[in-house]
């Protein structure tokens, strides 16, 4: 039993680089790919949006991620600590994910939105701000909720960088004991419990702005 | 200013989408505090030529001249669903608006209008519990808020049933009479010749006719005729 609580406390501390990495990438996520989707109705700045996209939807989380954690600081001369490297990996690549979400929630918006911000004389970052990125946000929720959760479970592969989460604790654990079930199990409720949070928040958020979900 | 002074002049207006000739020379003029009816089939251009008025289609040719500012109320109303009436109504009008005392005076303005147009008690509520006829109304105020020169109104009436259709008569005559310049896009010739002072009428995008309502003994079956040919 003893084993199973310091088991526990071990990965615990896992857990909180976990939702560290996991909150920062969603942060770096979420305000790129804002700013790509809305970059996106540029029309100068389409294809280079649309190629960043195309880059990261087309190459390997892992290799991103060791390209900026290795191949990066090689090159300016600067290392990066784990987390941070993580952050920006991960981020960076949920920004392509987050943009065409919300690229296909703007895309599902009525053009009548955008043309009535523009007869009312509504300038076009308030009509960004204001007026069509709310709406998108209410619509694309329960997708937007799937993708953090994705991000959470991809972000075991700091792993290979070294990074101490739950995963690679559980790991350690187990090629110390000679035990592999036990610490997994454990990890698996920490990721299960973790996913089950995210989820309860994104409901609560989505009962929150469920007032327009009838018109 | 004159009473007839044109507010508006279309000269030779064109718009052509996918090589389909939407508006075909169309010239106009509309005097100040003129409310003129669009009729026509559909199809004929009048919701084109009223989006090109408004500057949400450019004109392929031809020109127009607005002598004041314009306000729009569209045919679905594009009622902005994540705020209450009260901020669709105060939204625009507050952007940039520091002054507290100007801010409580559109709300009060907002309110006033609101109240005159029978939904004083809808004003905190969301658009998606409101009736066909009560976001028509909101729809309006929205667009008088703003406080244009020229208001364009793209089918006012259309889906909502008769006994709404005579409120929206009502309710868009008392704006003509705040002097307000308006141009009124609707396939339905009895709510036009209600309300319109002067009737043009498109086909294929065309001006076929355009009639002076008072000067015309029974309007609505002169444009019938029109309709026909």
Redesign the interface.
């Known amino acids: 039993m003893d084993t199973v609580i310091s088991n526990c406390i071990y990965l615990g501390k896992g857990l909180i680089f976990t939702l560290e990495l996991t909150m920062g990438s969603i942060a770096v996520g979420l305000a790129l790919g804002v700013f790509l989707s809305v970059l996106r109705h540029c029309r100068i700045c389409v294809s280079l949006v649309r190629g960043w996209s195309s880059i990261i939807r087309g190459t390997p989380l892992i290799l991103q991620l060791s390209i900026i954690y290795f191949s990066i600081p090689n090159l300016i001369g600067v290392r990066m600590n784990i987390l941070s490297a993580g952050i920006i990996a991960f981020g960076l690549n949920s920004s392509a994910y987050v943009a065409e979400i919300l690229r296909s929630g703007i895309e599902s918006l009525?053009k009548?939105?955008f043309?009535?911000a523009?007869?009312?004389?509504?300038?076009t970052f308030?009509m960004w701000r204001?007026?069509i990125l709310?709406?998108v946000a209410?619509n694309i929720l329960p997708t937007l909720v799937n993708e953090v959760i994705a991000l959470l479970k991809e972000t075991t592969l700091i792993s290979i960088i070294g990074g101490m989460d739950i995963m690679r604790r559980s790991q350690i654990v187990a090629a110390e004991q000679f035990e592999y079930f036990m610490p997994l199990c454990i990890a698996g409720v920490y990721y299960y419990c973790l996913a089950m949070l995210i989820e309860f928040i994104g409901e609560k958020i989505e009962r929150k702005?469920a007032?327009?979900?009838?018109? | 200013m004159n009473e007839k002074w044109p507010m508006l002049k279309i000269h030779n207006a064109s718009k052509s989408f996918n090589g389909v000739e939407v508006l075909n020379n169309v010239s106009l003029e509309v005097a100040k505090s003129d409310v003129l009816g669009l009729a026509g089939p559909s199809g004929s251009g009048k919701s084109t030529l009223l989006r090109c008025i408004?500057q949400?289609e450019i004109l392929d040719g031809g020109s127009m001249e607005c002598d004041g500012k314009?306000?729009?109320m569209?045919q679905?109303f594009?009622?902005?669903?994540?705020l209450t009436v009260l901020q669709n109504l105060l939204?625009?009008l507050n952007?940039g608006e520091k002054n507290a005392r100007r801010r409580q005076s559109n709300e009060m303005q907002a309110k006033i209008m609101l109240k005159n147009l029978g939904i004083e008690a809808k004003a905190s509520m969301?658009?998606?519990?409101l009736s066909g006829g009560q976001k028509q109304r909101v729809a309006l105020a929205?667009?008088l808020m703003?406080d244009p020169d020229v208001l364009l109104c793209d089918e006012p009436t259309s889906g909502l049933d008769v006994a709404t259709t005579m409120d929206v008569v009502l309710l868009l005559k008392s704006a003509c009479e705040t002097g307000v310049t308006m141009i009124i896009a609707s396939h339905d010739l009895d709510f036009l010749t209600k309300i319109s002072n002067r009737i043009v009428l498109l086909r294929d995008g065309k001006i076929v006719l355009d009639v002076d309502v008072k000067q015309c003994q029974d309007p609505v079956n002169h444009l019938k005729k029109y309709y026909a040919d």
Request: aromatic share 18%; glycine share 6%.
């Open positions: 009525p009548g939105q043309e009535a523009r007869t009312l004389g509504i300038p308030y204001d007026i709310p709406q209410m702005v007032y327009a979900k009838n018109s | 408004q949400l314009i306000g729009f569209f679905d594009q009622l902005f669903p994540h939204y625009a952007l969301y658009p998606y519990s929205r667009s703003v």
